[in-house]
């Protein structure tokens, strides 16, 4: 075992340290924490900006076509609502990270188990990588989509508008899935510090760039065809397919708010003093309002520049011809930015692969063997066979399964609906219930329960619309072709 802190002289473990200096047996280090860890330095601003950067990504793409489904009334109440939604409960769930008796949580999963148990703990598992495998299947669908967009632009310059440029997303879903492999196989990739900062620059980059792109379509002449109630049911789509738009669109937005699932991995970077749920409150406020009042522009403003018959990703569905090389810089920051993104998605489901096969196989030397390589440029890097050969099928699976249904609206919608629920809603709400004692049928209980309920019956309908989607796209979709 690791030796992680010296107490009074001696050599001690992690636990043993963490229970002298709680026990006052021994004096705490400047550089440990209450629990013998690493000393947390994380603030206000940090915890910020990490949430942040979790919320605003890829979902932003979708919104102006989320609001073209529900029009200028419902389109923003509804962004304003899972904004609210977003926040009452990320600040339910701050108030759980730690356990009753006082024990940090360090991790959403590690917080279910505390205050709803075992079997609570299992179904929260199955619900995040759920999602985690849903949004790498998502992500090559995207960057595949910017990356044919770059394409597209450059051909749209060259030989007009109206020119036939069609572009293979199976071609830039089998180089990005190339990508993926050689990255998956870089062990502790969590230690490359830099990835989230390129990540949030890429993500802010391409919105605003699109948020830019929308103000200057608007000033054109004439202004596109909007509505009080979106989409004009027997002039753009039927009634039915209104219907489902309409729920789809609520899950897209879902999808747009989702961070909750990182939200205790967040909070377990804070300093303990003063509290940590005070300051993650603070925080989930700073963060909500921030990314709500960027969702609120790139909607209404998308949605006032393409009308109607806004596409569904506004940076890829060419409303935007001119200038061309800002189009481009967009679609690649959209490709940089989810080349990183995946790998921060694929990593929780490697390791929990992982570690279950070799505790499930302890004996098994292909499973267990690790040797050292030397790379150029890289150093000494471990290498597992089996690493590289399970990691390597993931990514094959997900471009696979990407291949068949990539359709960007769909595929969003659906993660953001089955996610949104169980991971922003339940668990959120029934691990307060227990951390505050909240007595059962009292008008707290009552409501949260209400909220709770009114969420499931929203996920369901979204999920509803979002596999409607996937099924009409299916019906005219050649696989394997230029699009």
């Known amino acids: 075992m690791v030796m992680a802190s010296e107490v009074q002289g001696k050599s001690v473990t992690m636990e043993e340290a963490s229970f002298e200096i709680a026990s006052g047996k021994g004096r705490a280090r400047d550089d440990l924490d209450d629990d013998g860890r690493v000393k947390r330095t994380g603030t206000l601003v940090t915890a910020s900006a990490h949430i942040i950067t979790a919320v605003i990504g890829s979902g932003v793409l979708s919104l102006a ?51 709803l148990g075992g079997v609570s703990s299992k179904l929260c598992a199955l619900a995040q990588y759920v999602n985690l495998v849903g ?35 199976t071609t830039n879903m089998i180089i990005f899935a190339c990508i993926q492999i050689v990255l998956s196989q870089i062990p502790n990739f969590h230690k490359i510090w830099w990835l989230s900062i390129v990540a949030a620059v890429m993500s802010v980059a391409y919105a605003t760039i699109g948020l830019g792109l929308s103000i200057a379509k608007i000033a054109e002449r004439p202004h596109a065809r ?30 747009a708010y989702a961070y909750s699932n990182v939200l205790i991995e967040i909070q377990d970077t804070l300093r303990s003093s003063p509290p940590e749920n005070q300051v993650m409150k603070k925080a989930t406020t700073i963060g909500v309002l921030t990314t709500t009042t960027f969702y609120m522009l790139c909607g209404v403003l998308g949605y006032a520049a393409f ?23 967009g679609n690649i920051c959209i490709v940089v930015h989810l080349v990183g993104a995946y790998q921060v998605f694929a990593q929780p489901i490697f390791q929990f692969v992982e570690t279950w096969s070799r505790n499930r196989w302890p004996d098994n030397h292909f499973v267990t063997t690790e040797r050292v390589i030397n790379i150029p440029l890289l150093g000494d890097c471990p290498f597992s066979l089996f690493r590289m050969i399970w990691r390597s099928l993931f990514v094959i699976i997900t ?31 029934e691990m307060y219930i227990v951390q505050a004692k909240i007595r059962r049928f009292s008008a707290t209980w009552t409501w949260l329960k209400i909220l709770s309920s009114v969420c499931l019956i929203v996920s369901l309908v979204a999920a509803c619309g979002s596999v409607q989607g996937l099924v009409h796209s299916l019906q005219d979709y050649k696989p394997f072709k230029i699009s």
């Open 226 to 255: 909007t509505s009080l109630t979106g989409v004009t049911v027997g002039v753009d789509v039927s009634g039915s397919e209104k219907v489902w738009r309409t729920f789809q669109a609520l899950g897209d937005i879902a999808f």
């Open 135 to 169: 949004v790498t299947i998502g992500y090559t669908i995207t960057t595949a989509i910017s990356m044919g967009a770059v394409k597209r632009s450059n051909c749209f310059h060259r030989n007009g508008h109206d020119a036939a440029c069609g572009e293979s997303n």
């Open 65 to 115: 076509w989320a609001l073209a489904q529900l029009g200028w009334i419902a389109g923003p109440t509804v962004l304003l609502v899972f904004s609210l939604i977003t926040w009452y409960c990320s600040s339910l769930l701050a108030d759980c990270y730690r356990s009753p008796q006082g024990k940090r949580n360090y991790g959403y999963k590690d917080a279910v188990r505390t205050h």
């Open 307 to 329: 009308g109607n018959t806004a596409p569904g990703n506004f940076l890829t569905g060419f409303g935007f011809y001119d200038p061309f090389w800002l189009v481009d810089i």
């Open 399 to 429: 471009a696979v399964v990407a291949m068949i249904f990539p359709f960007f609206n769909d595929f969003l919608g659906l993660i953001g609906a089955v996610s949104f629920w169980p991971l922003t809603v339940y668990f959120p709400v």
